[in-house]
């Protein structure tokens, strides 16, 4: 039984977001079709130029934070 595959199929089984039944029909049917294959390859080549991401602030964040921190405490003081 042929399956016609989405984008969003190929982007969920890149982040590992598939089933063990789901991973297993994409990744046969990627080795059966060339047009998959080459989208596929595709969207993993962009997945992996993705910058990595960050979840806290930079440092010179924190440090323009506590600087302002510390001015306004001084002003409030004075």
Do not use: R, W
Not at 57 to 69: A, D, G
């Amino acid at each position: 039984m042929m399956h016609s595959y989405t984008p969003n199929m190929l982007v969920k089984l890149i982040y590992c977001e598939t089933d063990i039944f789901e991973t297993l029909e994409l990744e046969n049917s990627i080795e059966n079709d060339e047009t998959l294959k080459t989208m596929y390859l595709d969207l993993k080549n962009g997945f992996k130029k993705l910058p990595e991401l960050n979840y806290g602030p930079s440092m010179t964040s924190v440090s323009n934070i506590l600087f302002y921190s510390q001015a306004s405490s001084a002003e409030a003081i004075s």
